[in-house]
Structure formats: C-alpha cells, structure tokens
C-alpha cells in the first residue's frame, strides 16, 4: 500500500487559516470515510486531532477541522497560533483492511 | 485518564530480537485493540499491526510478516511487541496506540510516550 501524498511543507502567519491536503486513491480515502489526522511536536508522540474524516476528539480546539472530496481529505486550522507549528499526518484506513499514513506535513508559523 | 506506558529504550544489534511493553489504564482493555506504530529517525509513521484485546486477532504490515509478533496480557493490560531478526533500518521510536476492538487502523486515539530502539553492531 503506497502512502498518501501530503505537501513536505506549508507555512502561514498567526491568526490566518491554512489547508493540508492527503491525497490517496479509491481503495484508501476515496473509499471510507475512516480518515484521521495526527499532529505531532518533535519528539512528542502523535495526538489524534480529527477522525472519520471530520469528528475532533474531545479537548482539540475547533480551530481545526476536516473534510473530504473524491480521493483527497483536507485539514484546515483556522486562527493560526505559534503553538500550532508541528508535524501533521494523515491517515486512512484501506481496502487491505489495514491503515496507511501520508508522508507527513510540517507546518510552519511564521 | 487513558495513560499507555511503554517500556524503557533498548539497543539490540542486528539479528538479535526486541520485545517492547505497552501498560494500559484508565479504560477497559479488552475493550478496544492495541496497533504498533513506528518512526525512523526523521521519518514519518509506519503503521506495523494490530492486536485486538478484546479474542487475541492480528493484523500485521505485509512487509513485516514473520518477523513481528504482537500479544496481549489482560491480566496485566500490557500489549508486547517482537520484532526478530533486527536490522538497522529498524532502527526507529515504536509507539503503541490504542486502536478499534475489531478493525485495524481505523484512527490511533491514545499513544504511549514512544520506545527508542536503536540497532547498531
């Protein structure tokens, strides 16, 4: 199962909203709708910021949402804030009946 | 609270075997199922297998068929992970992650603090 396309990076200032997009195929995202995202700050594990493609957990701000169309799932942080800088990934589940993640995204706050 | 422990760093040299733990609490273990998740050094994730905790069911990445075992101990709520036959490019932080009863991968809700194993002659 090749992994799903994310952008190496992206970049916004404090208060503006970016888009990450997770690109896969019809046997991944396009597929279910089992999609999450994970954000992870350097040598801290991951923490789950939004599953089945649109659902946050409790305790992560709605300044983050999720979307999905065709094969391509999207993450969106409004608002942007310093502490927001991190790792992002996405995930799918597929038509293997197992997961795979995107290659990951680093945000950056400028 | 959900906590997932996870034993301490290890270094192995290849060909050895490493077998990492995976404390629960705060929840029901055989509620839920357990995935094994890692990263090498300035990599992204890699989704390994997964352990239901509920009737003992496996599900394991194709790439790591026959060389990775993973089991739970309900009585203790501990998940295990082994991994034979080390390689350096196993080199990498395993995570465990608490994961669906019945189906691998469908999102990772808890995550331990990570366990460094480094493989290295």
């Known amino acids: 199962q090749s992994a799903l396309t994310q952008p190496a990076s992206v970049s916004g200032s404090p208060g503006q909203s970016i888009t990450i997009s997770c690109t896969g195929t019809?046997?991944?995202?396009?597929?279910?709708?089992?999609v999450s995202w994970y954000q992870q700050h350097p040598g801290k594990a991951p923490k789950l910021m939004i599953y089945?493609?649109?659902n946050r957990p409790s305790g992560v701000s709605n300044r983050f949402s999720g979307s999905k169309s065709g094969n391509t799932a999207s993450l969106t942080i409004s608002g942007l804030q310093a502490e927001d800088e991190a790792d992002y990934y996405c995930s799918s589940y597929t038509s293997s009946s197992t997961p795979v993640f995107g290659g990951g995204t680093k945000l950056t706050v400028l | 609270q959900v906590q997932l422990v996870q034993s301490g760093a290890e270094v192995k040299k290849p060909g050895a075997s490493v077998k990492v733990s995976c404390k629960a609490s705060g929840y029901t273990f055989t509620s839920y199922g357990i995935s094994w998740v890692r990263q090498a050094p300035g990599q992204g994730l890699e989704w390994m297998g997964w352990?239901?905790?509920?009737?003992?069911?496996?599900n394991y990445a194709q790439k790591l068929q026959g060389r990775v075992t993973m089991t739970t101990d309900t009585s203790t709520s501990t998940a295990y992970m082994e991994l034979r036959s080390l390689r350096s490019d196993d080199t990498a932080v395993y995570y465990c992650?608490?994961?669906?009863?019945?189906?691998?991968?469908?999102?990772?809700?808890?995550w331990g603090q990570g366990t460094l194993v480094t493989v290295s002659s």
């Open positions: 019809s046997s991944d995202v396009g597929g279910y709708n089992y």
């Open positions: 992650a608490r994961s669906d009863i019945a189906v691998a991968g469908v999102s990772f809700d808890y």
């Open positions: 089945d493609v649109s």
């Open positions: 352990i239901s905790a509920y009737n003992g069911n496996t």
